[in-house]
């Protein structure tokens, strides 16, 4: 569960990194 949570975490992450450079 743990796990699962982190990975939501990362990918929020990525697109807000993402977004934020765009």
Do not use: N
Not at 10 to 16: I, S
């Amino acid at each position: 569960m743990t796990h699962l949570q982190d990975i939501e975490k990362l990918e929020a992450t990525l697109w807000a990194s993402a977004l934020a450079r765009s």
